[in-house]
């Protein structure tokens, strides 16, 4: 079956940095665009980054442009979200998600449109 496993997260100080790890299994990775989400307490989920099968197109979202890099290793079946210069505001749980269709930028920041994801991984970041 189809795993994603996120690792990574922790708890940091403001201006700190953390890489974040989803690893895939079950599935053709080169296949799928992977997306990271994530939530707050009391928030809905929100898109963060996403990147392309190949990691020709990235996306991000204004809040973390400049300070979070996503990339791919397709023979490693793994994501990567590099975090730096983490602001308390960036304290959620980050999910990485999977999906096999090609998308528009818009739609690719739809939770909806994504087949598979992980459990997620806290991240804190203390003021």
């Known amino acids: 079956q189809v795993q994603l496993v996120e690792s990574g997260g922790g708890l940091v100080q403001a201006g700190g940095s953390l890489r974040l790890s989803c690893a895939a299994s079950g599935l053709t990775f080169s296949s799928y665009a992977v997306g990271w989400f994530r939530q707050a307490p009391g928030k809905d989920r929100e898109f963060v980054a996403s990147?392309?099968?190949?990691?020709?197109?990235?996306y991000y979202t204004d809040s973390v442009k400049g300070r979070f890099t996503i990339s791919r290793d397709n023979a490693k079946n793994t994501v990567y979200l590099q975090m730096n210069s983490l602001k308390p505001e960036d304290t959620a749980v980050y999910y990485c998600?999977?999906?096999?269709?090609?998308?528009?930028?818009?739609?690719?920041?739809?939770?909806?449109?994504?087949?598979?994801w992980g459990q997620g991984t806290q991240v804190t970041v203390s003021s």
């Open positions: 998600a999977a999906d096999h269709v090609l998308r528009t930028p818009v739609q690719r920041m739809r939770a909806t449109s994504y087949d598979y």
């Open positions: 990147i392309s099968r190949s990691s020709s197109n990235t």
